[in-house]
């Protein structure tokens, strides 16, 4: 394990600490930097993704992904929790916090709208920062790839009706072109490039696929630290401005992500799923889709909005939480059955 990789929680929080100071110190330059993106893509973070799922698609075997359809069991976890418990659990949380526990500080108001940031985000699964989070617990990279896909299908026809149903409006439109352009962006292009790749190495030698992802490697943590710099940097105002507010709402998100990562590990135990599927389909629900929850909620309630803030909370969160839940599947993986022994 390289030196970034063993450090990798140090380096994370040195990303958050620097992303703040430098937002504090140079807000211009990130105002320009959150100019640049379409259809609520920021287009300098959809870089510094791309850079950390590459890798991974390049170890996609696409003579093997044809066999994960005989192994149904880590598509239906995944999909039961994504769309059967998770939404729903969001929506408790938010209300149990904001309606009773936290009211005294916070306005009747602010508080329906932090709720409905939460529920954008409860119903938005992740469908790109899932594969950098596979790598880091040695998740089957074809596997995950069918989740993602499997996923991405059911976000199109359940996000705007389940979104309209727990918020208890009607107006809720999908922002088709923020949907369709981060599957482009996280999904296809990486793909795509990763399977070409793949050729080529294949033609060199047996070993050449291994030898080129170990020596990019280093670039898909640095795409990583770059990301939770500009994400800190891009709300560092925010942050010190309403330290209080956020506070409050990153303790209901951070009960929801392990509460939920906890619900499908132990559905993953009574499955006898093994460790390699059991991890993405951990991750896949418990990060989020934050691009089409924010989108949805500045449409919805306004840039401003308390909506639009919880989503941005839900953003702050992820990345550092994420890491902590990948450093305990590592070390949970003794618990579940080998890969290969069992059906999944």
């Not at 958050?16 to 330059?29: E, F, N, Q, R, S």
């Not at 993602?148 to 705007?160: C, E, P, R, T």
Request: positive net charge.
């Amino acid at each position: 394990m390289g030196l970034f990789e063993r450090y990798l929680t140090l380096w994370v929080a040195l990303g958050i600490v620097a992303g703040v100071v430098l937002g504090l110190l140079a807000p211009g330059a990130f105002t320009n930097i959150a100019t640049l993106e379409y259809a609520h893509v920021n287009l300098v973070v959809a870089v510094f993704i791309w850079m950390m799922i590459y890798p991974m698609m390049i170890q996609i075997d696409w003579s093997s992904i044809k066999d994960v359809g005989k192994k149904p069991k880590g598509l239906l976890l995944t999909l039961v929790v994504n769309w059967l418990i998770k939404p729903f659990t969001m929506a408790v949380l938010g209300v149990l916090f904001f309606k009773y526990i936290f009211a005294p500080w916070v306005t009747p108001q602010a508080a329906s709208d932090y709720i409905a940031g939460m529920i954008l985000l409860g119903v938005a699964p992740c469908t790109a920062m899932v594969f950098v989070w596979s790598q880091l617990v040695k998740g089957d990279a074809n596997y995950t790839l069918v989740q993602v896909s499997v996923n991405d299908l059911v976000m199109i026809f359940a996000f705007a009706p389940l979104a309209a149903f727990l918020l208890g409006v009607t107006n809720v439109t999908v922002p088709w072109q923020t949907l369709l352009l981060s599957t482009v962006l996280y999904v296809v292009l990486p793909l795509v490039a990763g399977v070409i790749t793949r050729q080529m190495l294949m033609r060199r030698s047996a070993t050449a696929v291994a030898d080129f992802t170990a020596r990019i490697k280093p670039w898909s943590i640095t795409g990583l630290i770059a990301t939770v710099v500009l994400l800190f940097g891009l709300q560092a105002r925010t942050i010190v401005a309403q330290p209080l507010v956020i506070a409050m709402i990153a303790v209901p998100l951070l009960l929801q992500t392990y509460g939920i990562f906890f619900i499908t590990w132990i559905g993953a135990r009574m499955l006898k799923l093994p460790h390699n599927v059991a991890g993405p389909a951990c991750l896949i629900g418990t990060s989020n889709f934050f691009e089409l929850a924010v989108a949805v909620a500045i449409s919805l309630f306004g840039l401003h909005s308390g909506a639009a803030l919880a989503t941005v909370v839900g953003v702050l969160v992820e990345v550092p939480v994420m890491l902590s839940l990948c450093a305990l599947l590592n070390r949970m993986e003794p618990a579940m059955p080998s890969p290969g022994k069992v059906s999944a």
